[in-house]
């Protein structure tokens, strides 16, 4: 869609553009592999990624510099990488409101912290630690499991000992799925909140409408914001793909993005070399998106934060950041 887009207007400085599609797989290596083959295979003049954190490095490594790369996911920040541009809102933004949102609002103040056992877990837990703590609030437990842990009875118990006002979890994907469920399934969903700060409207479908009490998130894009930018997106995202596609998301929508950033920065460098192109982030508008609350936003720039409540399959948005 990003790219019939981009070809409609024109292409990119007079050329139009080819899509290439490759599979990053499950591995740090091989999403590092992937891009090289788009590049060195397939002559691609630049990556737009959607992989994990920890194949983030690897992917730019493998780039070497040879062509720029986008990088559109949410993430924990802190990286400084001179050949890549990242789009995607980092836990410190999407957390510092969110927490001063949960203490005020719903008065927590006794915090119990679940995540993986990966990079994205462990620093984000770090900075909610610091956070908590600056905020006069107490951490009255932490657990950091494996993938495809038991998130059996006697997790739920050891929750239950310690007893939090919130759960904050940094759970991935499926493992997300599982821990909701087990968690209203014990008994716990009506006394104790729930808040995770990487939950799309994919994985609430996997949680099920009946697990879903005092279930809390905060992104910068939800498919329920009611905005002009929003509107006009999912306007574009029906006519393109049906009535009925898979649910618009925050990682489908910051890939798109991705590729709107990249046209509009080249443009603005009259190249497509990463240095000149870095030059304009946060100063060239985006031809396209569904984030923001302005009619222009800015390639690169950060975008309002959202909290919303999940209530079914949907999300209700509380407050914007």
């Keep these: 869609?990003?790219?019939?887009?981009?070809?409609?207007?024109?292409?990119?400085?007079?050329?139009?553009?080819?899509?290439?599609?490759?599979?990053?797989?499950?591995?740090?290596?091989?999403?590092?592999?992937?891009?090289?083959?788009?590049?060195?295979?397939?002559?691609?003049?630049?990556v737009v990624a959607l992989v994990t954190s920890s194949a983030r490095p690897w992917v730019s490594r493998s780039l070497g510099g040879r062509v720029p790369l986008v990088y559109t996911p949410q993430n924990e920040g802190g990286i400084s990488d001179a050949g890549a541009v990242s789009i995607?809102?980092?836990?410190?933004?999407?957390?510092?409101?969110?927490?001063?949102?949960?203490?005020?609002t719903k008065r927590v103040s006794r915090f119990f912290l679940l995540g993986n056992d990966y990079i994205w877990p462990d620093r984000s837990m770090a900075v909610a630690k610091q956070m908590i703590i600056d905020a006069g609030c107490a951490i009255v437990g932490q657990k950091v499991l494996p993938f495809g842990a038991n998130y059996d009875d006697r997790l739920m118990a050891e929750i239950d000992r310690t007893h939090p006002d919130?759960?904050?979890?940094?759970?991935?994907?499926h493992e997300t799925v599982v821990f909701n469920r087990a968690f209203a399934e014990f008994g716990l969903a009506s006394r104790i909140l729930r808040f995770s700060s990487a939950m799309d409207e994919t994985i609430l479908y996997g949680i099920g409408e009946d697990y879903t009490e005092n279930l809390?998130?905060?992104?910068?894009?939800?498919?329920?914001?009611?905005t002009k930018n929003n509107s006009a997106f999912l306007e574009r995202y029906h006519t393109c793909f049906g009535e009925t596609p898979p649910p618009?998301?925050?990682?489908?929508?910051?890939?798109?993005?991705?590729?709107?950033?990249?046209?509009?920065?080249?443009?603005?460098?009259?190249?497509?070399?990463?240095?000149?192109?870095?030059?304009?982030?946060?100063?060239?508008?985006?031809?396209?998106?569904?984030?923001?609350?302005?009619?222009?936003?800015?390639?690169?720039?950060?975008?309002?934060?959202?909290?919303?409540?999940?209530?079914?399959?949907?999300f209700r948005l509380m407050a914007a950041f």
């Excluded at 869609?1 to 139009?16: C, D, F, Q, T």
């Excluded at 290596?29 to 003049?45: F, K, L, N």
């Excluded at 304009?280 to 959202?306: D, I, M």
């Design 1 to 46: 869609m990003a790219v019939a887009e981009i070809n409609a207007g024109g292409g990119i400085l007079g050329r139009r553009v080819e899509l290439v599609i490759a599979d990053a797989g499950s591995s740090d290596r091989t999403a590092a592999e992937a891009a090289s083959a788009v590049v060195q295979i397939d002559e691609a003049d630049a």
């Design 216 to 226: 809390f998130t905060a992104s910068s894009y939800f498919a329920t914001l009611r």
């Design 166 to 173: 919130i759960v904050m979890s940094w759970l991935l994907g």
């Design 248 to 314: 618009a998301n925050s990682f489908g929508e910051s890939v798109y993005e991705g590729f709107h950033c990249f046209a509009a920065l080249a443009q603005a460098a009259g190249n497509i070399r990463m240095a000149d192109m870095r030059k304009n982030v946060g100063r060239v508008a985006l031809a396209r998106t569904a984030r923001g609350l302005q009619a222009e936003v800015a390639a690169g720039a950060s975008h309002p934060v959202f909290m919303a409540a999940a209530e079914g399959h949907d």
């Design 88 to 104: 995607g809102e980092t836990t410190p933004a999407i957390l510092g409101p969110s927490l001063h949102w949960l203490i005020e």
